[in-house]
Each structure stands twice: as structure tokens, then as C-alpha cells.
């Protein structure tokens, strides 16, 4: 921070993940002065994600990123897996168009990666520097303090992930109800490159990812993961925090079923135990997005739960909102105009950009999906695996016999009612997201 003159900068970003940072290349890229403080002893080695990075809007950040970024495996093959008490069904898309598919990354490294690019460009990095609180004049934003000084900039952006108590302390965001977040807890583990291409069906570099619903997050809004690195996998979940209290679930027992289920536990065997941690998902979606701009100050990424977690976006999100509130600063340091009007120009941007877009056409997904999940992630998970059961059982009894029974015990099991709501939940969704 030795470079800062008398404490104040043109721009400030709290927060050294993938918004802060693209947020604070572009501000630099323009030729302005720009801070990132990292609480972290390094951007990424206190992030936590599946995952997968995703190629397009990562090019958008770091047009090379391909050829020098440190990459795990190219993502060739995705899987959605249907997990019963110890049966699966699997539908598997391998890629067509490599260019738009994701990578997986190790977050440690990538971030990492991502802040040194951003060093090389101008941004000046203060790493393990919490800032603790936001410095307010007059109703504007115009610093922060750390745990040992102020620092004073023309405009502030909170890129502090998912928890974002500087949004709280100015009123922006309420404290995040349980339902509005999934608590996630993962493992890496390791397993010989030759073993994973066998175990995964794939060659070099290619990778994978398992989506997994039901088994042991059935009837909760929850997932499972699985992602292929070079020697190790990543497998985990994520559950809403209002289920795992209301049922007092340990997500880690949860993950411990989900290794042990018989078409999981193959794919990991012999693997050793690298690193465990947990974090949390924003969840809200649309209806919970934060006020996004004021005088001196613009949020970005996880903080403004910025997260689409249907298709397992997030990181994305994150760039591309950093990016937005990156170009809004350099539009407003060119004016000398930080007032709320002017920074407003950022959620204005947002909202022309597929981030709004896409987490509009979801809106009403988490309302439905919390109303109806027994059934959405329960029920009709179970009788999935109920009809391949009886479609590929050959035990002599007479087919149509079979499929009467089935459809009978469909129809009684959930009751007609049920049955019936479910339908106009599904035809509500299906509307908000393809009409209105
Ligand atoms: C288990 C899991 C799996 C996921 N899988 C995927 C996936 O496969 N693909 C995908 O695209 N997304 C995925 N996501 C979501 C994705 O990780 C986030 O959306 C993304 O990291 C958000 O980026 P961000 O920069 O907004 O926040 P973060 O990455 O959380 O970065 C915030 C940074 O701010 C720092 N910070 C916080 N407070 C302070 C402070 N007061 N002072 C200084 N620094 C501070 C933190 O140390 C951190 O480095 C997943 C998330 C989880 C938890």
C-alpha cells in the first residue's frame, strides 16, 4: 500500500475474486489508478467453487487465458445423474462446439493467475488487508478502513463475495435470509491422471462434470458435483440452508452418502483426500439483488448475488458485472462525477447485459422450486429411476401389465391434488421463463 499517495486512489475494489479483479484490469486497462485489497494471503486461497470457469466471458477478461492460464482439463463431456437409494440414471451430452465450453480450474491457482495478469497491468494488490468498514461523508462513499488505516478513492466497488457486510453496513443489503443461500461443502481428491481418463472416458487433457440430484439431498433444493482436474477430482454439494436446519443435516454426512452411493464411489476409489472446505452459494436470485449502485459505490459478483443456479453460473456473473462496474468507474473518473445518478449507469448496463436477462428469465424459479421441491426433487427424481427399473427388468410378467402398474402407483402415491399443483407450478415456471 506503500504506493498510495496520501491514502487516496481513484478506485478502491474490496475483494480479489473473479469481479474485483476484472472489475480492477479494466479500470487500469484505461490508464486510472486502481486498488484491489485482498483480505486473502493471495487472491483465490480463500475461494472455494466447483468448478468450472467458463471460456467466452473469461476471454472477455483475459483474452489469452487459454494459452497461459494455469487450466485443469478442457470440460468435453457433461452428465446429469439422477441418484436413487442405489440405482442412477444418467443423460450424458458430450460437446460438440469446444470453443464455448468451461474449464476446470483449481481456484487457488486460477485467481492467483488472474491477480498477477492484473499486477502486470497497473492494479495495485494489497493482499491479507481486511476492510472493515466503508468511510461515509455526506451519503457518499468515499473510502474504506482496513484494521491499520483509511484509505480515501472516488469510487468504491464491494467485490466481497457472497457474505458482503460492506453492502449491510450502508443499508444496500438486508441480512441474507437462510433460504437464499445453499451452504456447499466439497472435497478434492486425488487420483492418478491415467485412472481418471479410464474411470471418465476421456484422453489428455479432456474433462468432465456430473450434475447429480436426489440420492442424498432428495426432497431438498440441493445438487451434487463432480469435476475432473489434471490428478484429482472435485466432488461436493450444495443445500439450502433453510433444509439442512429444518432437518439438522450435516451437509458433511451428506457428502459422506454421496461418495458412498454405488454409482459415485467407483469413480473415486483408492483417491486420497487433498483438501475439504465449505462455502457459501447465493441463492436468492432475481427478487434478492441488492441495490447496486449509490454515490461513490457499486457492487459486483457474489456480493450483489449475481449467481444462476440452475446452469451453475456464477464465475461468469462475477466477470462480466466487474467489467460493467470497471467501464462505469472509467466513464465517471473521465467526467469527475460520482454522484449516485452517474453510478447508477452501471446497474443500467447490467440490465442490458445477459446477466440480468438470465437471472429475470429465473425469477420465479427459487419461490417454485422451495414451494414444490418434495416433488421437483423428490418424487419425480424417484420415479425416474422407478421407470427404467421396470422398462429394463425382464422378469416375465407382461409388459402392459407393467406400464398400468407403474402409471396406478404414479397417480396414487403423489395423490391427484398434488399431482395437479405440481402441474401449474410447472406451467407458472415454464411461462415466466419462456413468455414473460
Ligand atoms: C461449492 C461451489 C461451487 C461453485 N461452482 C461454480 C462453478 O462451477 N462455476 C461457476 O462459474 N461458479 C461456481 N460457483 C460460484 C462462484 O464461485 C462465485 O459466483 C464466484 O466466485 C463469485 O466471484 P466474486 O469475485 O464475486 O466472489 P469471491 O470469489 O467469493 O471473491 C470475493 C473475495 O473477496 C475477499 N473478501 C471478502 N471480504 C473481504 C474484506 N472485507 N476485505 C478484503 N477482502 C475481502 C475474499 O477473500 C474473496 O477473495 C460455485 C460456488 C461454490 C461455493
Known amino acids: 500500500m506503500n504506493e498510495i499517495r496520501n491514502n487516496k486512489t481513484e478506485v478502491i475494489v474490496v475483494g480479489g475474486g473473479p469481479a474485483g479483479i476484472s472489475c480492477a484490469v479494466t479500470i487500469a486497462r484505461a490508464g486510472h489508478e486502481v486498488i484491489l485489497i485482498e483480505r486473502g494471503s493471495f487472491s483465490g486461497s480463500k475461494n472455494v467453487f466447483g468448478g468450472a470457469i467458463y471460456a467466452q466471458p473469461t476471454r472477455e477478461i483475459f483474452p489469452n487465458f487459454e494459452k497461459e492460464a494455469p487450466i485443469e482439463r478442457l470440460n468435453v463431456e457433461h452428465k446429469f445423474a439422477i441418484l436413487g437409494e442405489d440405482d442412477s440414471t444418467v443423460i450424458s451430452y458430450r460437446h460438440k462446439d469446444l470453443r464455448n465450453t468451461g474449464y476446470s480450474v483449481i481456484r487457488g491457482k486460477f485467481d492467483r493467475?488472474?491477480?498477477?495478469?492484473?499486477?502486470?497491468?497497473?492494479?495495485?494488490?494489497?493482499?491479507?488487508?481486511?476492510?472493515?468498514?466503508?468511510i461515509i461523508e455526506n451519503e457518499k462513499v468515499v473510502g474504506v478502513k482496513t484494521e491499520l488505516e483509511e484509505y480515501y478513492a472516488d469510487i468504491v466497488v464491494l467485490a466481497d463475495g457472497v457474505n458482503s457486510l460492506l453492502a449491510k453496513q450502508i443499508g444496500f443489503r438486508e441480512t441474507?435470509?437462510?433460504?437464499?443461500?445453499?451452504l456447499s461443502v466439497k472435497e478434492v481428491i486425488k487420483l492418478d491422471r491415467e485412472k481418471i481418463n479410464e474411470r471418465f472416458n476421456l484422453n489428455d487433457d479432456e474433462g468432465c462434470i456430473y450434475e447429480l440430484f436426489g440420492g442424498p439431498m432428495k426432497g431438498m433444493l440441493g445438487l451434487g458435483f463432480l469435476y475432473t482436474n489434471k490428478d484429482s477430482v472435485s466432488i461436493g454439494l450444495g443445500v439450502g440452508l433453510d433444509a439442512l436446519c429444518d432437518k439438522n443435516l450435516k451437509p458433511y454426512e451428506l457428502l459422506d452418502k454421496l461418495k458412498e452411493h454405488p454409482s459415485i464411489s467407483p469413480l473415486i476409489k483408492d483417491g486420497e483426500l487433498l483438501e475439504y472446505s465449505a462455502h457459501l452459494i447465493p441463492e436468492g436470485g432475481y427478487k434478492k439483488?441488492?441495490?447496486?449502485?449509490?454515490?461513490?459505490?457499486?457492487?459486483?459478483?457474489?456480493?450483489?448475488?449475481?449467481?444462476?443456479?440452475?446452469?451453475?453460473?456464477?464465475?461468469?456473473?462475477?466477470?462480466?458485472?466487474?467489467?460493467?462496474?470497471?467501464?462505469?468507474?472509467?466513464?465517471?473518473?473521465?467526467?469527475?462525477?460520482?454522484?449516485?445518478?452517474?453510478?447508477?449507469?452501471?446497474?443500467?448496463?447490467?440490465?442490458?447485459?445477459?446477466?440480468?436477462?438470465?437471472?429475470?428469465?429465473?425469477?420465479?424459479?427459487?419461490?417454485?422450486a422451495h414451494n414444490r421441491n418434495d416433488s421437483f426433487m423428490g418424487y419425480y427424481l424417484e420415479q425416474v429411476n422407478g421407470f427404467f427399473n421396470m422398462f429394463t427388468t425382464v422378469?416375465?410378467?407382461?409388459?402392459?401389465?407393467?406400464?398400468?402398474?407403474?402409471?396406478?402407483?404414479?397417480?396414487?402415491?403423489?395423490?391427484?391434488?398434488?399431482?395437479?399443483?405440481?402441474?401449474?407450478?410447472?406451467?407458472?415456471?415454464?411461462?415466466?421463463i419462456l413468455i414473460k
Do not use: Q
Not at 117 to 132: M, P, Q
Not at 176 to 182: G, H, S, T
Open 113 to 134: 493467475w488472474m491477480a498477477e495478469e492484473a499486477k502486470k497491468e497497473g492494479v495495485i494488490i494489497a493482499e491479507e488487508t481486511v476492510v472493515r468498514e466503508l
Open 176 to 182: 441474507i435470509e437462510p433460504k437464499d443461500v445453499a
Open 289 to 368: 439483488i441488492p441495490t447496486l449502485s449509490g454515490a461513490g459505490v457499486m457492487i459486483a459478483g457474489d456480493a450483489a448475488m449475481l449467481v444462476n443456479n440452475l446452469h451453475w453460473e456464477g464465475t461468469n456473473l462475477a466477470m462480466i458485472s466487474g467489467k460493467l462496474a470497471g467501464e462505469t468507474a472509467v466513464t465517471a473518473l473521465a467526467k469527475c462525477d460520482f454522484s449516485e445518478k452517474m453510478l447508477a449507469k452501471y446497474p443500467e448496463a447490467l440490465e442490458k447485459s445477459f446477466v440480468m436477462k438470465d437471472l429475470r428469465t429465473y425469477r420465479n424459479l427459487m419461490d417454485e
Open 395 to 432: 422378469d416375465s410378467i407382461p409388459k402392459r401389465r407393467k406400464f398400468r402398474r407403474f402409471i396406478f402407483d404414479f397417480v396414487r402415491k403423489r395423490n391427484i391434488i398434488e399431482l395437479f399443483k405440481d402441474a401449474i407450478s410447472a406451467f407458472k415456471l415454464f411461462w415466466s
